[in-house]
Structures are given as C-alpha cells and as structure tokens.
C-alpha cells in the first residue's frame, strides 16, 4: 500500500513536467541502459536500474522517490511472471535431466528421410523449445545437429537454421518464454490467446526463415559435416539410462499449453460459468497449468524412471540457478516500465506514436526493433518496448492487444549481431567466422522477424 501511495506521489510530482521534458528524460534514460550494455559491459540488472533512477530523476521525480516505482515495478513483476519461468525452468530441467527431450528428438529423426531432415530439425526444435529458455534449447540441440549432418553428410547450416529458427521463433512469439510473458503482462493482453496466435503465427514463421531460407543459406555459406560431436558423450550415456516414452515425454511439453488453450475456448464460446467451464478456466490460470505440469513432471520424468524423491527435489533445486540472472533482469525491467508509467513518459510517448501514420502494430515492431539493435538482448527490447507502447494498447480488441503482444516479440529478435551473446554462441558452435555468421544466423534472424511481423499485420486485418 505504501509503494502504490509514493508511486501516485510520484505521480504528482510530475502532473505539471513539460511533455518535452518527459521525452528528454525517457531518451536520457533509454541512452544510460544503452551505454551501460554496450560501452560499459555492465550487466543488464544494474544498467535498467540506473536508468530507471536517471529517468525518475530528470522527468521531475524527488530524489528520494527516485526509485520507488522501480521497486514496485520489479516486485509486481517477480511475483507474476516470475514465478512463471521459475515452474517453466522446473519443467525443461526434468525434460532435460530425464532424456524425454532426446527421446522426442530422435523419434522425430528416426522416422524422417534425409531430404526432409531440415523440417524435422525444425519440428523438433519447436517441439521440445515450448518449454525450454532459447540458451538451453541451442545448447540441448547443437550436439543432435551436428550428429545429424555428420550422419547424413550434409552442410551444418541446412539442419541447424531450422533448429535455430524454431527456437528463435518460440523464444519471441510463445508463452511461456520470459519475453511474451513480460509484454502479456505490460499491455494486460489475454494469455490463452496470445498462446493461440503465436502459434499459429509461429508455425509459419519458423518454415520460412528455417527450412526454406537454410537452403540457400547452405549454398552461400559452406560448412562440411563436423569431425566431432560436441556433448555426443552426455547424449551416449544419457541413451544407456531409462527414458520416458515418446508418447510420455511430449504429452508433458504439451499440457500447459493444452490447457491454456481450453480456458480461451471456455470463454470464446462463452461457457465459462458453468461447471466444465469453471474447472477449464481455473486449470487454465498460467500459474495453475504451469504448477499442475511441473507437479506431473516430479513423477512421470522422475519417480517413475526410478529416481528417489531427494534426487528429484536436488533437480529442481539445481533448474533454479540459471535462471536467477533472468528473473532480476525480467524484475528489473518491469521497475523500468514502472517507471516510464508512473511518470508519465509512457503516455506522452504512446500519445506521439499515436500520431505516426501508421498502425501501432508497426509502430511497437519498431520500438522494439531500435532498442533489440542498440542493446543486443530481446529482452531488454522486449521490456522497453511493451512499457513504451502500453497505452497505446488502450482501446484495442483482445485480439489486437495479443497481436501487439507479438508485434513487439517479433520485433524483439531482429538482427542479432556483436553485441548480442546468442551472436557468438551460434558462432562458436557452429565454428563459423563473424562474416558467416552475419550471412546466416543474423540474416534468419531478421527474416523471422520481418515475416512475424508481416504475418501479425495480415492477422490483423481478420481477427
């Protein structure tokens, strides 16, 4: 209660700052993470904090409030959507530490036809990337892909930009990965129908800029079947141990979506208060399909393989320690929206883009594609661009906020160059130089976004 009274103080505080001011201090503000990222190398946490605090400060904001909406903001944030990746990361580690994500993988891969491996490493990726964070899902597949050009002597790049792209995709487009959660949250868009969309938008998305596009990217760049297998160690030893069946582990990747999408049926059609609807549309909460999942998953990918339970609860203590550094960033930036909120940035900038002769979807691509080329991280990008474009997401059909939604998603993974990490990831792995990698991994990673957003803007025009 008293952060809400010192933010509406804050508020007050700025009631008679110049709209001129405002938009110096949000520029001031946005230019400080900028620097901070890229010049300074500090680390994301500390540099949206800064600029959180220099914004407050120039938009007219006391000193001593300076960041209280920043707290605010981080621990609304944390508490909602944090707790989200906490039982998304539970998930992907038992996927993971089980071998049901190898299981669907080579399942997959043993039933498809060498031609028609580039599609099958993209089902794969987007399978098995629903619940995983981008970093994990390219670190589980580098290994399958180059088992897979190895085997079938075929270029790296012809199988790995249809993983890459899947993971890209669903890491931009689909909750619940950090960055549609941030912005679901920002813009108060339906998640149940953001999911629905970015599914369908995804799917299409992921065969342009994966299998399509890693044909002539394989011509134009030529990378020979790797001598050796990196993690193909892990993968052995990980085949010689009990996995869950195919059937099993991917029922698991699928179920909070499944019933995430039943409570948006529920209330589409309109049946929410009765008994079935009710039970849907509880089961249906994020949190609540999230938790039932993570629950089912301490049995069917744990105790049931023949895990005791302290191994089990070891293992989701362990899926806590990568994601800490994204939960103070993901907190962190909802402090920074917070803050553009409460002073009343947010407004006057959303009022200005209001005034752009073009439709707000293309104007939050656009935000965010300025802030993902200056900072190289997409959920920077993410984060800023939803508490810049929220107000302008007033007045919208539920379909056109969850479409902004994914606007920005979209936005948010183009051009991936030297100032993003996932940039020299995929070099190394793929042992390309910076020249190749520019040629492949950037240019997909702006194709998907291109075609995300001209896929959103079509949608548009019919829901």
């Given at each position: 209660m008293t952060l809400h009274l010192a933010a509406a103080a804050a508020g007050d505080a700025t009631a008679n700052v110049s709209d001129g001011r405002l938009i110096i201090a949000a520029l001031i503000g946005i230019v400080a993470i900028v620097a901070l990222i890229v010049w300074l190398k500090l680390h994301p946490f500390l540099s949206l904090m800064l600029g959180a605090g220099l914004l407050a400060v120039v938009?007219?904001?006391?000193?001593?409030?300076?960041?209280?909406?920043?707290?605010?903001g981080l621990g609304t944030t944390v508490g909602g959507v944090g707790v989200l990746i906490a039982l998304?990361?539970?998930?992907?580690?038992?996927?993971?530490?089980?071998?049901?994500?190898?299981?669907?993988?080579?399942?997959?891969?043993?039933?498809?036809?060498?031609q028609r491996l580039p599609w099958a490493m993209a089902l794969a990726a987007f399978v098995i990337g629903i619940p995983l964070f981008f970093e994990v899902g390219v670190v589980?597949?580098?290994?399958?892909?180059?088992?897979?050009?190895?085997?079938?002597?075929?270029?790296?790049?012809?199988?790995?930009?249809?993983?890459?792209?899947?993971?890209?995709?669903l890491h931009g487009l689909v909750p619940p990965h950090p960055g549609p959660l941030i912005a679901i949250d920002a813009l108060g868009a339906d998640l149940g129908l953001t999911l629905g969309l970015g599914l369908l938008i995804a799917l299409p998305t992921v065969a342009i800029a994966g299998p399509l596009l890693a044909r002539p990217l394989a011509r134009w760049v030529h990378l020979d079947p790797p001598e050796t297998i990196l993690g193909s160690g892990d993968r052995d030893r990980a085949d010689d141990e009990r996995r869950p069946s195919f059937g099993l582990a991917l029922s698991v990747v699928l179920?909070?979506?499944?019933?995430?999408?039943?409570?948006?049926?529920?209330e589409t059609f309109t049946f929410e208060d009765t008994s079935l609807g009710t039970v849907l549309v509880f089961i249906g909460t994020p949190l609540v399909a999230l938790l039932v999942t993570a629950l089912i998953s301490l049995v069917a990918l744990g105790t049931s393989l023949?895990?005791?339970?302290?191994?089990?609860?070891?293992?989701?203590?362990?899926?806590f320690l990568p994601i800490a550094g994204i939960l103070l960033i993901v907190g962190a930036g909802g402090g920074f929206k917070q803050t553009l909120v409460d002073s009343g940035v947010g407004d006057v900038i959303a009022s200005g883009l209001a005034d752009w002769p073009i439709s707000p979807l293309l104007a939050a691509w656009l935000v965010a594609v300025l802030i993902r080329v200056a900072t190289g991280s997409a959920t920077?990008?993410?984060?800023?661009?939803?508490?810049?474009?929220?107000?302008?997401?007033?007045?919208?059909?539920?379909?056109?906020?969850?479409?902004?939604?994914?606007?920005?998603?979209?936005?948010?993974?183009?051009?991936?160059?030297?100032?993003?990490?996932g940039f020299w990831l995929i070099k190394e792995y793929f042992k390309m130089t910076v020249g190749q990698t520019f040629k492949t991994w950037s240019?997909?990673?702006?194709?998907?976004?291109?075609?995300?957003?001209?896929?959103?803007?079509?949608?548009?025009l019919v829901v």
């Open positions: 938009a007219g904001i006391p000193y001593s409030d300076a960041f209280t909406s920043f707290t605010d998304g990361a539970i998930i992907g580690k038992l996927l993971i530490d089980s071998g049901g994500a190898d299981q669907i993988v080579d399942t997959i891969l043993a039933r498809t036809p060498v589980l597949l580098i290994p399958v892909v180059m088992l897979v050009a190895r085997r079938s002597k075929v270029s790296m790049i012809l199988v790995g930009i249809p993983a890459l792209a899947g993971l890209s995709a179920l909070p979506v499944v019933l995430m999408l039943a409570r948006t049926v529920a023949g895990r005791t339970r302290d191994e089990v609860s070891a293992l989701v203590g362990s899926s920077v990008a993410t984060i800023t661009a939803a508490g810049i474009v929220a107000p302008l997401a007033e007045g919208l059909s539920p379909s056109h906020v969850a479409l902004m939604v994914l606007a920005i998603g979209a936005g948010s993974v183009f051009l991936s160059h030297v100032n993003d990490a240019l997909m990673e702006c194709v998907l976004s291109v075609t995300g957003l001209v896929l959103v803007l079509l949608a548009s």
